[in-house]
């Protein structure tokens, strides 16, 4: 299908309201002597992180794109949110990887407290000021922050991803980040947005091995100079060294051409019974990640 013509179908989609989500997470249940989290659509993660509450790249409108709602001129959700922000615990952080539409959604995140820290991407603080946030922290490659909340402190490391970051096609000077995010010696990288990139490797650290990968696998066809397939997701995880894996960024919008349940097949054998561990795929599906894994036993795992 030409490129244009995919778009035009993409924006003007006639289906009605997006479907239920096959499964619904409850975070009222989750402990936090635990990191327990589901995919609550597209690349919308809520995690508790040993108590700490996050949330990434928070999207809940049923239309991505520029515009004021209900006139949003983007692609339409095809599952609704697994919750409603009503649903979810306040967040202590609000994470966001770039200014993309489908990342950074204001009239999503303007349904938090204005009051939130948010550790955003370099270059895009003005995008929440303007929406009454003050507590931003931007981060660019290799910059870290540590937040404190009330539940205890967070650290963030922005990481390289290959993408871009400009909201609209000339604010190319926009920053895109993936973040490691460290609480009580226990590590979830969160990839954002990307492309394939030897970058990953760059991060494995075999005496204290990355906990959970959150890696985008969809709108690769034919968008794969910015959206990795999952193939390549899978290798940039093992390159990383990470004991975990659930997918981002797919079965939520339409953004590319693959069939929407495309990405999680060819995940799914990807992985096989190798590592990293595939603790869920589906949207609305709770993901809880072992906490006494090995670097050790999952070499063993995979010989």
Request: hydrophobic share 40%; net charge positive; aromatic share 8%.
């Amino acid at each position: 299908m030409p490129r244009l013509k995919f778009i035009r179908k993409m924006i003007f989609d006639g289906r009605g309201a997006p479907l239920p989500t096959p499964s619904r997470p409850s975070p009222a249940r989750w402990l936090s002597d635990e990191i327990t989290g589901s995919v609550l659509g597209h690349s919308t993660v809520l995690i508790n992180f040993l108590g700490v509450h996050l949330i990434t790249d928070p999207v809940f409108s049923n239309r991505v794109g520029p515009g004021v709602p209900p006139f949003i001129l983007g692609p339409k959700r095809h599952f609704s949110s697994a919750l409603s922000p009503k649903e979810i615990p306040a967040p202590d952080v609000i994470v966001l990887s770039h200014a993309h539409f489908d990342h950074f959604d204001v009239w999503s995140l303007r349904k938090f407290s204005r009051q939130t820290p948010v550790v955003t991407a370099r270059a895009t603080a003005d995008l929440l000021h303007c929406h009454g946030f003050r507590n931003v922290h931007e981060l660019d490659w290799g910059q870290s922050k540590t937040i404190a909340t009330r539940h205890g402190p967070i650290h963030f490391t922005a990481i390289e991803v290959a993408h871009w970051g400009a909201r609209m096609m000339r604010d190319d000077h926009r920053g895109y980040n993936g973040y490691l995010m460290e609480r009580e010696g226990h590590t979830v990288c969160f990839a954002g947005d990307t492309a394939y990139t030897s970058a990953f490797a760059k991060l494995k650290n075999p005496s204290r091995p990355i906990n959970l990968m959150l890696m985008p696998i969809g709108a690769y066809d034919p968008w794969i100079q910015a959206h990795c397939s999952p193939e390549q997701a899978v290798d940039m995880s093992r390159q990383a060294g990470a004991l975990n894996f659930v997918p981002i960024h797919h079965e939520t919008f339409r953004l590319s051409v693959e069939a929407m349940d495309e990405p999680a097949i060819r995940l799914r054998a990807a992985l096989a019974d190798k590592p990293p561990k595939l603790l869920a795929v589906s949207v609305g599906e709770t993901f809880r990640v072992p906490l006494h894994q090995t670097a050790t036993a999952e070499l063993a795992h995979r010989s």
